[in-house]
């Protein structure tokens, strides 16, 4: 689940990167537009990554010894 939530957040980051920089929707461009139900699901799925993600904060970590 971890390793899809950050998969999930990756293509998101590029994205907004992509419109950030050069006002280029690459979600809406390989599926149909902003309001087609692809691409809402697809952008849902990076939000819910997003809020799954946040539980990365709060997790123990290991330490790894030298």
Same mark, same amino acid.
């Given at each position: 689940? *971890?390793?899809?939530?950050?998969?999930? @957040? &990756? @293509?998101?980051?590029?994205?907004?990167? +992509? &419109?950030?920089?050069?006002?280029? *929707?690459?979600?809406?461009? +390989?599926?149909?537009?902003?309001?087609? &139900?692809?691409s809402r699901i697809i952008y849902s799925l990076v939000g819910l990554g997003g809020i799954y993600a946040i539980s990365f904060l709060f997790r123990e970590r290991e330490k790894i010894r030298k």
């Open positions: 689940m *971890d390793t899809f939530a950050l998969l999930l @957040i &990756i @293509i998101g980051a590029l994205n907004w990167g +992509l &419109i950030g920089l050069f006002r280029f *929707d690459l979600v809406a461009t +390989l599926f149909g537009g902003q309001m087609s &139900i692809l």
